[in-house]
């Protein structure tokens, strides 16, 4: 029997600009053979898919690769908003690497590229509508990473932070696709939508062994990506060996798709009493453990790396009272996921203000360098040093940073719908675990004693380049006031 499936290009128009741009990246490098044509391509290239990705799911749902009912690509607008916010991710990446870039430190053509097909990874994952494709589209977002992270030129440290991210990538790649053949073995769908209902409908499918290992595998993998506790070993070493924005990248865009894949199968596919107990105890262990490892941090970016574990464990909190949801109402369940949503965003933004603030303190193409060297920053440059323990603040969830007050907040009130309060209690008294050390980095920027000026290897003092990073600063502070102002407009967007 031939199987005719419809073709919406419209649908497709997000994933043909961010894969047009890596082309594009590609070609400019080789013809023109200018650097600075290169990043304006690629940034050019970001901002269309942005604003691609926003117009079609504007006009409301579109699916395509359809057989029936199960369709293999769905663009509404939770994929608009994930697409539309890797896209701008990209774009405030690549304006944090120019000062390296003009350095030398990395090949802008080889650069530009990777990252513009990390994008398009990013962009299809909001969309998957089956396994395949949702796992096909996490590696296209993680396979340039491996390259980036190593591509700072003379640095054993990237490698080393390039190898260790490869090896755990790969272990959680084998493991995802283990658990989507066992689902595959034992429902006959690979559609998110259908094995959701056959699951539902069919509850011994639900009691067989194989389908407990298959979710329990499928869970494992997508928690390596969001660095979830006990599987997060590599990021704090990756975090802190990768160049300053490729981490800001890994700690953002990254992070922001494997939240996409994990609530697209949590929410779609799989069983919640099955999935709620395994995200619960995952949520708990991941927010404790970062924020009590974060307190003895020395070296910046990885307290900023150990602080982005436990903000994965907030995000994860609303998905593990899905179980007791479940019993409740559909209500309580859509603020489950909402609510993740909304919070990733909220920390997304705010997680890339702060490493461009400290990007934007340290000399160019410099690693994040300790505590220490931040100390008296407000001293030598308030308005970067402002900007930054915004950021923080944010991160904190205190006021003024209202973006991540709001973001608790959204997350609280959710597992307290969901009859989760235990669960409430643990993120709130993480939450105060985390003040100690946001505000101690935030408290080091005004210290009445500043550390003298980082040199370079020639002696004379190392002034920051600003630039184009003062902008990527500027336009990320002014997005948390923003939605710490107006936090209805992700609420909004993630509840639809």
């Known amino acids: 029997m031939n199987v005719v499936q419809s073709v919406d290009s419209v649908a497709l128009l ?34 269309g898919t942005a604003v691609g990705a926003a117009l079609v799911g504007a006009g409301g749902e579109r699916r395509t690769f359809c057989v029936g009912a199960d369709c293999s690509w769905i663009f509404g607008g939770r994929a608009a908003l994930v697409g539309a916010v890797v896209a701008l991710l990209t774009l405030g990446v690549l304006g944090l690497s120019v000062p390296a870039l003009r350095a030398g430190r990395s090949p802008v053509g080889e650069f530009c590229f990777l990252l513009a097909c990390s994008m398009t990874g990013g962009v299809v994952l909001g969309a998957a509508g089956d396994l395949i494709t949702l796992i096909v589209a996490l590696e296209t977002l993680t396979l340039p990473l491996y390259v980036l992270v190593g591509l700072r030129r003379g640095s054993l440290a990237s490698a080393e932070a390039a190898v260790t991210f ?20 034992v429902t006959g769908g690979l559609h998110l939508d259908r094995l959701g209902a056959l699951l539902a409908e069919r509850a011994e499918l639900r009691d067989l062994p194989l389908t407990t290992a298959a979710v329990a595998l499928l869970l494992l993998g997508l928690a390596f990506k ?22 800001a990248y890994l700690s953002t865009a990254s992070k922001l798709g494997g939240v996409a894949a994990l609530l697209a199968v949590v929410q779609r596919a799989l069983p919640a009493d099955q999935t709620g107990p395994v995200l619960a105890l995952l949520a708990v262990l991941t927010m404790t453990v970062g924020n009590l490892v974060a307190l003895r941090q020395r070296r910046t970016v990885r307290l900023l790396a150990w602080s982005s574990v436990a903000q994965a464990g907030y995000i994860l909190a609303p998905l593990g009272a899905l179980a007791l949801a479940a019993g409740r109402t559909v209500e309580a369940r859509d603020a489950a996921y909402a609510a993740a949503v909304a919070y990733t965003v909220f920390f997304v933004v705010l997680e890339l203000a702060a490493f461009a603030g400290v990007t934007a303190l340290r000399p160019a193409g410099a690693d994040g360098g300790t505590l220490d060297d931040l100390r008296g920053a407000a001293r030598r440059h308030p308005w970067r040093a402002a900007a930054l323990g915004l950021a923080l603040v944010g991160l904190a969830g205190l006021p003024p940073g209202l973006a991540g007050l709001f973001a608790k907040v959204t997350v609280v009130r959710a597992l307290l719908d969901g009859d989760a309060a235990w ?22 920027l005004w210290a009445p004693t500043p550390a003298p000026a980082p040199t370079l290897p ?17 336009v990320a502070t002014v997005a948390a006031v923003v939605l710490g102002v107006a936090p209805q407009l992700v609420l909004d967007l993630a509840g639809r």
């Open 14 to 47: 997000p994933a043909y600009l961010a894969a047009g741009t890596a082309v594009l990246v590609l070609i400019t490098d080789l013809l023109l053979a200018r650097p600075r044509a290169t990043v304006v391509v690629a940034a050019l290239g970001a901002l």
């Open 166 to 185: 490869f090896v755990v990538s790969v272990v959680a790649t084998t493991l995802s696709l283990l658990g989507a053949a066992l689902l595959y073995a």
């Open 226 to 247: 969001v660095a979830a506790v006990p599987f997060h070993a590599w990021a704090p070493a990756t975090y802190d060996g990768a160049p300053l924005p490729v981490a």
């Open 458 to 474: 020639g002696g004379a003092a190392a002034v920051p380049l600003v630039g184009v990073v003062g902008v990527v600063l500027a």
């Open 423 to 444: 669960l409430a209690l643990v993120v709130a008294v993480n939450a105060v675990i985390g003040l100690a050390y946001y505000l101690r980095v935030t408290a080091a």
